[in-house]
């Protein structure tokens, strides 16, 4: 295959790479794109991949459903926020494991999380079932979609497993990593790959669980809570960004990942980390704060206090922030402080859009 790794490079050919590979201090160089984040903290690039991993069962799929969800809504989906340029908003999904029928179930449900009709398909979503075809058909399938899309920014891979006849080759998974880091640059997408944890370890599976860790830009470990099976925690195995606090969902009576709010993740131990009190300003990022306000005053331009907790509770929801009573106010008096609503002589509070943050 065009792909394989040869060793038949001509001196010409390695001088004129030499020469093309030359970096300069005094060259201004783009900063790639970021177009995925959890929480503020970014995990996915234009022109990179990252991963996420965990055993069998522990609802992997589901939290990649989230993340298309969001890059096909362009907002946010449990703590995960897109943002991918206008020429680049279709999504591949490669599905390697699962049947027509099971494939299908998952295409409904990203359209459920972005609010969608599932009777018809999504513009911008192109999802492949690949599960009957030979590693290397896999392989050259994707590459033909990578490159013949032309509006393409974000590949899934579920069961980047299956892209190598031996998870242990260290060939093989040499040439697999070195594919994504080749598709990925030069097509200026970001591929995402999911891969099984071992079952005695946290280590991703085989050799091209190895490479995955040594060469992503981010990897999420998608695990069970120890003290409830059906919660599933998201952390960070790996990331290059600022790390995030870790999340959790469960699956809801709509058979949709719902994140749960005020988690707390498990110790190694098996006990609970000390809960830290809920600070609106750290918790709660600018843009997400601007957004919701902007929604909220959109309605009316001054509320009664009353009026106010209401419209912001339900504001703050747009951007997967669930507040309590006690955290209203909280919120509401973090705002009043930092003059980004602000209460005039009849009580009323109004928007003051050019708050400094």
Not at 9 to 16: G, H, V
Not at 57 to 75: E, P
Not at 124 to 137: G, Q
Request: hydrophobic content about 35%.
């Amino acid at each position: 295959m065009e792909e394989r790794m040869t060793t038949a490079l001509t001196a010409e050919a390695a001088i004129k790479m030499w020469h093309a590979s030359r970096l300069s201090v005094t060259q201004t160089y783009e900063m790639s794109p970021e177009i995925i984040k959890a929480h503020d903290s970014v995990i996915g690039t234009l022109g990179n991949f990252s991963a996420s991993i965990g055993k069998a069962k522990s609802k992997k799929t589901f939290n990649v459903s989230a993340i298309v969800a969001a890059a096909l809504m362009n907002g946010t989906v449990l703590r995960y926020s897109a943002s991918l340029p206008e020429n680049k908003r279709r999504v591949l999904y490669i599905d390697t494991e699962q049947s027509p029928y099971h494939c299908q179930k998952v295409i409904r449900r990203i359209l459920r999380l972005c609010g969608l009709p599932t009777d018809k398909d999504h513009e911008n979503l192109e999802y492949l079932a690949l599960r009957k075809y030979s590693p290397e058909e896999r392989i050259e399938i994707t590459k033909q979609a990578i490159y013949n899309l032309s509006d393409i920014g974000l590949v899934i891979i579920d069961g980047i497993r299956d892209f190598v006849n031996d998870i242990n080759s260290p060939g093989e998974s040499t040439r697999i990593i070195t594919m994504l880091m080749k598709w990925t640059d030069e097509r200026q997408i970001h591929i995402h790959a999911i891969l099984h944890q071992n079952k005695s370890d946290e280590n991703a599976r085989g050799h091209i669980g190895t490479e995955l860790n040594n060469k992503a830009e981010t990897v999420l470990l998608v695990e069970k809570d120890p003290q409830d099976s059906d919660t599933s925690c998201v952390r960070s195995v790996h990331i290059r960004a600022m790390d995030f606090e870790p999340f959790a969902f469960r699956i809801n009576s709509d058979a949709l990942p719902e994140l749960m709010d005020g988690y707390v993740a498990a110790t190694k131990d098996g006990g609970r980390q000390r809960r830290s009190r809920f600070d609106p300003y750290s918790d709660i990022s600018e843009q997400h704060h601007r957004i919701a306000l902007e929604s909220a005053f959109s309605l009316q331009s001054e509320y009664g206090y009353k009026e106010l907790t209401e419209a912001l509770l339900k504001a703050y929801s747009l951007v997967s922030v669930k507040l309590s009573n006690n955290k209203i106010v909280s919120l509401i008096s973090m705002l009043k402080c930092k003059r980004m609503i602000i209460q005039d002589g009849s009580k009323k509070y109004t928007y003051n859009s050019d708050f400094k943050y």
